[in-house]
């Protein structure tokens, strides 16, 4: 439950789908894939580092929070936090399909991921809590991991199907590459400081490593001040939600 908490917490940032939906609606074509496509590079820009990044700071980010006695929530932890990806940019496929009229689709996978993920859960919860029920409850988080991809995947390829809306890779190589950058800093930060992370601490941490992304970013021209300015107003519609 700590693990979780912690992962839906993040995911609640990343995903600008609801406020998008009346302008998945409204228009199609050529000028439908090119926003749609900024926007799942702009989801990435946020996803992405918000993956890595609580990855490399899950230790100390349980204890800051829970304490020591919630260390073995850090093990889900590590897995559930790929969850972040998969939620933002499927998102953007879930209501994009609904606002086309092709909410069957969505449902679809939604049904298939459920019952893979029900499936997968009694099945390694059966063959891994022999050796300890913190296996089971990895069992579990792998289980939930395969049927969000399955279902982030089905999603890709019935927006490829019905609408002609590819999902582009190349997006994903900038701040990935920038996040990796990032992720060295939060290493090398955790390293020096070891277990002396106290919560101000850690927040002067995550404030860094923000600043370290997009300091990289920026210098791999991956952001630009026009880019800045669109996930400001984003950021404001989402917060007036």
């Known amino acids: ?60 980010l349980i204890i800051a929070i829970y304490g020591q006695a919630y260390i073995p929530a850090a093990i889900p932890l590590y897995a559930l936090s790929f ?68 279902n982030f995947f089905a999603l890709a390829f019935f927006s490829r199907k019905l609408l002609r809306i590819k999902l582009d890779y190349n997006h994903f190589i900038k701040p990935l590459i920038a996040s990796i950058i990032m992720a060295f800093f939060l290493f090398l930060f955790n390293h020096l400081l070891q277990e002396k992370l106290t919560v101000p ?8 490593a923000m600043l370290v992304y997009f300091i990289a970013l920026f210098l791999f021209r991956g952001i630009h001040k026009s880019d800045i300015n669109y996930l400001v107003g984003i950021s404001k519609q989402l917060s007036q939600k």
């Not at 917490?9 to 939906?21: E, G, N, R, T």
């Not at 702009?42 to 918000?50: E, Q």
């Not at 679809?108 to 991921?113: D, L």
């Not at 601490?201 to 860094?208: A, R, S």
Request: glycine share 6%; hydrophobic share 60%; proline share 4%.
């Open 1 to 60: 439950r700590a693990a979780i908490t912690i992962v839906l917490s993040v995911m609640a940032i990343v995903s600008f789908a609801p406020v998008l939906y009346p302008v998945f609606s409204q228009i199609s074509g050529r000028r439908l894939k090119k926003i749609f496509d900024k926007l799942v590079y702009y989801t990435s820009i946020i996803a992405i580092p918000a993956t890595l990044g609580l990855i490399f700071i899950t230790r100390p």
């Open 83 to 150: 969850l972040i990806f998969s939620f933002g940019i499927g998102d953007l496929f879930t209501f994009l399909l609904n606002a086309k009229g092709k909410s069957k689709y969505t449902a679809k996978a939604m049904i298939v991921a459920t019952s893979l993920n029900i499936i997968l859960s009694i099945a390694f919860i059966i063959f891994l809590l022999p050796f300890g029920e913190i296996y089971a409850v990895l069992g579990v988080t792998f289980a939930t991991l395969i049927s969000r991809y399955y």
């Open 201 to 208: 601490i850690l927040i002067i941490e995550i404030l860094l």
